[in-house]
């Protein structure tokens, strides 16, 4: 750790807005002193000063901007209504840690204006050598144009002290379903898991509207308020699809290993909607069993628990199977029935029928959001709950800094950042 940067040398490391010690509100942007008259007031200076001036006083040493408005570092912007710079991190005061994940830490902060609670996430910028990391713009424009009542709503970019300290607020929202599922009392009942799972299929029907893959879903991307409200959160990994993609395909580097379909599994680098939908059908059998589905050290076991229950893929299952880069290199178990039943024993036919419509095979056959949002299942008894008669739990976020339950995490976003052209 080196000394504290002066203001020309912008720092890498931890903003003095999210260190732990508490300087809470006091920017310290840099050691120069302060203005404290200057309001914002710096609109049209133009008409003050008429003609040149013949002799000039040597240029006085420009006044911090005021921190609650933009970053010192950001550099003014010519007039444009529709572009502004980002506000300063200072508009907000933070009140905990949220989580410290692999590649980002979220903090509860409160907007220092209208008093709203919200959670900031810090892109981690630190290791980028080849200017801001496209993963970081891929996440904020998928938020951007993914705007739903059942995905996290983004109010904000802000920036900290330096270009490297860049925060995402979104609202605050109080659960995440990984930490729910293993805190809550008693399981999510059958009317609940359905409104759990038509609010996130209504999610991710309309990314993949708006051609977002989001690449990433599991239970602790999925925040559910104390209204019964699900919201898909963390786009870190997500892309638009549709657009003309490198030589090398996509990038199998995505989905946390246990929610990741079997043909990223087996090598494919052409996938698109269907991945998602794997992830969704390993989320509702978690819900289901208040367990992950397939719980695997790595990739072959991941593979042989997914050919146990649902019998190893078959010409007809799959019939795409045979060209797939990693087949010849796999041995297939002997054909066997899968074990959907067994594994299930209280799911109706028809919660068994979407489990299998979305854990299929063959991305092809697999069932779409939209198609799903339709299913019979959501129509039998017992219906949907309403959200608002959900139960409220007490928020593990609003407390104290916490850990992850443990859980794998996404594959490294590091390797997938390093050319825009590359892979992806
Ligand atoms: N808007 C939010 N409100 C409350 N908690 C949040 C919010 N966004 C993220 N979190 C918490 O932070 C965790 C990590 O956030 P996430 O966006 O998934 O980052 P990462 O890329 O590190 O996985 C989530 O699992 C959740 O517990
Ligand atoms: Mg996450």
Redesign the pocket.
């Known amino acids: 750790m080196s000394a504290e940067p002066g203001p020309s040398t912008p720092s890498k490391k931890r903003s003095k807005w999210d260190q732990d010690d508490d300087n809470m509100g006091q920017p310290q942007i840099h050691p120069q002193k302060r203005r404290h008259k200057s309001k914002p007031s710096r609109t049209t200076p133009q008409n003050d000063d008429t003609g040149p001036t013949p002799t000039r006083e040597p240029a006085p040493i420009p006044a911090p901007p005021n921190p609650r408005t933009r970053s010192y570092y950001v550099p003014e912007r010519a007039f444009h209504p529709a572009i502004q710079s980002s506000r300063s991190v200072y508009c907000y005061e933070r009140l905990n840690q949220?989580?410290?994940?692999?590649?980002?830490?979220?903090f509860?902060a409160r907007d220092k204006e209208s008093g709203d609670i919200?959670?900031l996430?810090k892109l981690k910028l630190e290791e980028e050598k080849n200017g801001f990391p496209i993963t970081a713009l891929r996440?904020v424009h998928a938020l951007m144009s993914c705007r739903h009542e059942n995905v996290?709503r983004i109010r904000e970019v802000v920036v900290g002290d330096t270009l490297t300290q860049v925060f995402v607020v979104?609202?605050?929202?109080?659960?995440?379903l990984?930490?729910l599922l293993t805190t809550m009392p008693a399981p999510f009942k059958i009317s609940e898991i359905k409104t759990l799972m038509l609010q996130l299929l209504s999610a991710v029907d309309h990314c993949h509207q708006n051609w977002i893959l989001h690449r990433?879903l599991k239970t602790?991307?999925l925040?559910m308020n104390n209204r019964g409200t699900i919201?898909v959160?963390?786009?870190?990994l997500a892309r638009r699809f549709g657009d003309p993609v490198g030589l090398g395909g996509l990038t199998q580097l995505v989905v946390t290993l246990w929610y990741r379909a079997p043909e990223i599994l087996m090598g494919a680098t052409k996938y698109s909607t269907a991945v998602d939908l794997w992830s969704v059908g390993c989320i509702f059998a978690e819900l289901l069993l208040k367990e992950p589905l397939f719980q695997a050290k790595n990739e072959m076991e991941l593979l042989s628990m997914i050919f146990r229950l649902l019998g190893p893929p078959t010409n007809n299952s799959w019939p795409g199977y045979a060209s797939l880069p990693l087949a010849k290199s796999i041995a297939l178990p002997s054909p066997q029935p899968n074990q959907f039943r067994n594994k299930f024993p209280h799911l109706s036919m028809n919660g068994l029928d979407l489990l299998m419509s979305l854990l299929t095979y063959d991305p092809e056959q697999r069932i779409s959001a939209e198609e799903a949002l339709e299913h019979p299942y959501f129509k039998e008894p017992p219906l949907p709950k309403h959200p608002d008669l959900f139960a409220s739990f007490p928020s593990?976020?609003m407390g104290e800094k916490r850990r992850?339950p443990d859980s794998p995490?996404?594959p490294t976003?590091a390797a997938n950042y390093k050319l825009l052209i590359e892979f992806d």
Do not use: P, Q, W
């Not at 959160?233 to 870190?236: E, I, K, N, S």
């Open positions: 949220i989580e410290e994940g692999s590649y980002g830490v979220v509860r919200v959670a996430k996440e996290v979104m609202d605050f929202i109080e659960h995440d990984k930490t990433d602790s991307n925040l919201k959160a963390d786009f870190g593990a976020a992850k995490s996404a976003r």
